[in-house]
């Protein structure tokens, strides 16, 4: 079979990792991973529009990041919105070449006192939102036969952290959506892949880790790099998995974790 795509000696290195003339739909995007993710995403050449539910934080975020930046409230929950927000964004800023699945919520509680309600909200916002969106953006992607679809997992996905299990099955669920997914649409050329962030150094997580020493302790211990993570160490992963650099890539989940996910 004849392969149509450019071989590495017609590319230069810089522009395989080039995103110029791509968009980028990056959701919770006005803060932490998913600030550092557009910001990164844009040192790369792309336009980058980031959605969320409070509007001042979105603002805050388009002005510290400048030229080819935009934002459009949005809460990813009503399902009813987003196919209407996937078409107005490609009429006022063009096709949506990339779509970053970055919004999510957490809640750390013991399993025994989890509720039904507790349990679908994580579920709802982590998983059911995140495909109503990726469909969205997909059906689109599919007919132009062209995108990089990004989810953000978790290491919650790969071992039994204690009480985060709705969080946990949720993250789970999307790591078996991009198997499924890139099964699906990798002959439309259209790639599916996820990134798992360990622990992270954000304002949440540093919280979190405050009133849990023990946790923390723990987490870093057994984390070979001997270090917590920084924000744009997602975003430069997300950079290359968005990239021709990854063009051969699909499927898979990417721990981004200083080697927590191997550690003992």
Same mark, same amino acid.
């Given at each position: 079979?004849?392969?149509?795509?450019?071989t590495t000696?017609t590319r230069? /290195?810089?522009?395989t990792?080039?995103l110029?003339?791509k968009?980028?739909?990056? +959701?919770? @995007?006005?803060?932490g991973?998913?600030?550092?993710?557009?910001?990164?995403?844009?040192?790369?050449?792309?336009?980058?529009?980031i959605?969320g539910?409070?509007?001042?934080?979105?603002?805050?975020?388009?002005?510290s990041?400048?030229?080819?930046?935009?934002?459009?409230?949005?809460?990813v929950?009503? *399902?009813d +919105? *987003?196919?209407?927000?996937?078409?107005?964004?490609?009429?006022?800023f063009?096709?949506?070449?990339?779509?970053?699945?970055?919004?999510?919520?957490?809640m750390?509680k013991?399993? *025994?006192?989890?509720s039904? !309600? !507790?349990?679908?909200?994580?579920? #709802? +916002?982590?998983?059911?939102?995140v495909?109503? *969106?990726?469909?969205?953006?997909?059906r689109? $992607?599919?007919e132009r036969?062209?995108g990089?679809i990004?989810m953000i997992?978790?290491?919650?996905?790969?071992?039994?952290l204690?009480?985060?299990?709705?969080?946990?099955a949720?993250?789970s669920g999307?790591?078996? $959506?991009?198997?499924?997914l890139?099964?699906? /649409?990798?002959?439309f #050329?259209?790639?599916?892949?996820?990134?798992a962030p360990? /622990?992270i150094?954000?304002s949440?997580?540093?919280?979190? $880790?405050s009133?849990?020493?023990d946790?923390? #302790?723990?987490?870093?211990?057994r +984390?070979p790099?001997? &270090?917590? @993570?920084?924000?744009?160490?997602?975003g430069?992963?997300?950079v290359?998995?968005?990239s021709?650099?990854a063009? &051969?890539?699909t499927?898979?989940?990417?721990p981004? !974790? @200083?080697g927590?996910?191997?550690?003992f």
């Amino acid at each position: 079979m004849k392969n149509e795509q450019p071989t590495t000696q017609t590319r230069q /290195f810089p522009s395989t990792f080039s995103l110029q003339g791509k968009t980028a739909l990056i +959701t919770g @995007g006005g803060s932490g991973i998913g600030f550092d993710i557009a910001r990164c995403l844009q040192a790369a050449g792309a336009q980058v529009i980031i959605t969320g539910r409070r509007e001042e934080p979105l603002k805050e975020a388009v002005a510290s990041l400048g030229e080819r930046a935009a934002y459009r409230v949005n809460d990813v929950t009503q *399902l009813d +919105t *987003l196919e209407g927000l996937i078409e107005g964004l490609e009429a006022d800023f063009g096709s949506i070449d990339i779509l970053i699945n970055n919004a999510g919520i957490n809640m750390k509680k013991p399993a *025994l006192e989890v509720s039904d !309600d !507790d349990f679908q909200r994580i579920i #709802h +916002t982590n998983l059911q939102a995140v495909f109503a *969106l990726t469909r969205a953006c997909a059906r689109r $992607m599919v007919e132009r036969s062209s995108g990089s679809i990004i989810m953000i997992s978790s290491m919650a996905a790969y071992y039994g952290l204690d009480r985060v299990v709705a969080y946990a099955a949720s993250k789970s669920g999307v790591e078996g $959506m991009v198997r499924v997914l890139a099964s699906e /649409f990798s002959r439309f #050329h259209v790639r599916v892949n996820a990134i798992a962030p360990g /622990f992270i150094e954000t304002s949440m997580m540093r919280t979190a $880790m405050s009133s849990d020493p023990d946790r923390m #302790h723990k987490a870093l211990d057994r +984390t070979p790099i001997g &270090y917590f @993570g920084q924000p744009e160490d997602i975003g430069w992963a997300a950079v290359f998995l968005a990239s021709d650099a990854a063009r &051969y890539i699909t499927g898979v989940s990417l721990p981004v !974790d @200083g080697g927590n996910s191997i550690g003992f």
